[in-house]
């Protein structure tokens, strides 16, 4: 079925690896002792212009997939309109897709998360939330629990991954429109960041209690994991926050690395120790893709 997205995958934004390592640089770039990320080259998409929203890597392949966000379908599972978040839990074999709400082409007041067979495309459960804008979701791999962020409501809803039931509500006081989520399952930590304000929140999985908090970039729509090094990567207008995670309760922003306005959706793919950053092209910015290498953290 097709659905406007507001999403579909460019042709331009079809990019190999390889070409990122023959691309020339954007510009000569210094950088200090022990910073975490270093620029590396910067790619034009021609003929873009636009919102990008969300990565995905084919290693094998040596081709990374970008969506972007206007002018386009893409051809998805017969569900609600206005589908638009996407989540494959791996321990279970389902995608979660968020549909309805402000996104479908005429406005729904509610959002459906629908619990999908990636296999055969059919349905294994679909639950609703009284709100137009439900955003990304975590799943436990160990555990039986989903973590969505209920955003117009401002909290996250813990699930049952097999019942679908939503078992409790964790709202969340240090902002609105909580989007961009991470799950540290071993620490049994989690991460969102809300949009009013930017904030990085982080959560407790057996309470739901927050544990840390501070500042994140404008218009943060990206929270990257990067377990090797144990760091957290916001991207937003204009840079990178780097955020070293020191203990399960004790966070701290190590460096803010230089990128470009309307840089916020990434995807770090730890085969090839890159983080791949999107910028939108608007206005005097053209769109682009920033390849920055992730640097080993100090030991």
């Known amino acids: 079925m097709k659905n ?22 954007s510009s000569s770039v210094a950088i200090a002792a022990g910073e975490p990320l270093r620029l590396l080259a910067r790619t034009y998409v021609p003929g ?16 990374l997939f970008l969506a972007g966000e206007e002018k386009g379908t893409l051809e998805i599972f017969k569900l ?6 996407m989540s494959y839990d791996a321990s279970s074999g389902s995608v979660w897709i968020v549909t309805g709400g402000k996104n479908a ?14 296999v055969s495309g059919k349905t294994r459960g679909e639950f609703k939330f009284d709100t137009d804008f439900t955003e990304a979701i975590a799943f436990e791999q160990k555990g039986s629990r ?7 409501k401002h909290y996250v809803a813990v699930v049952d991954k097999k019942t679908h039931k939503v078992l409790k509500t964790w ?25 009013k304000p930017f904030k990085f929140v982080v959560l407790d999985t057996d309470t739901g209690a927050t544990v840390a908090s501070m500042d ?20 937003g207008d204009d840079y990178i926050a780097v ?6 309760d004790k966070y701290e922003q190590v460096a803010k690395i230089a990128s470009d306005k309307g840089a916020k959706t990434a995807i770090l793919v730890p085969e090839l120790n890159r983080l791949y950053v999107a910028v939108a092209g608007k206005g005097a910015v053209k769109a682009s893709v920033l390849q920055y290498e992730v640097l080993p953290a100090s030991k």
């Open 105 to 118: 082409s005429k406005k729904l007041p509610d959002t459906t998360v629908a619990v999908v067979d990636p």
């Open 171 to 195: 709202p969340i006081k240090e902002g609105q429109n909580n989007a961009p989520i991470g799950l540290d399952e071993d620490n049994k930590r989690l991460f969102v960041v809300t949009r």
């Open 243 to 248: 955020i070293e995670q020191k203990g399960a």
């Open 146 to 152: 989903a973590f969505v962020n209920v955003s117009g």
């Open 48 to 63: 873009f212009e636009g919102d990008f929203d969300h990565f995905a890597a084919d290693t094998k392949g040596n081709r």
């Open 216 to 235: 994140a970039p404008q218009r943060t729509n990206e929270l990257v994991m990067d377990r090797a090094n144990h760091r957290i990567y916001l991207t």
């Open 4 to 25: 406007k997205l507001g999403s579909t995958l460019a042709a331009a934004a079809l990019l190999g690896a390889a070409a990122f390592l023959a691309a020339a640089f």
């Open 80 to 85: 609600t309109p206005g589908a638009d978040v």
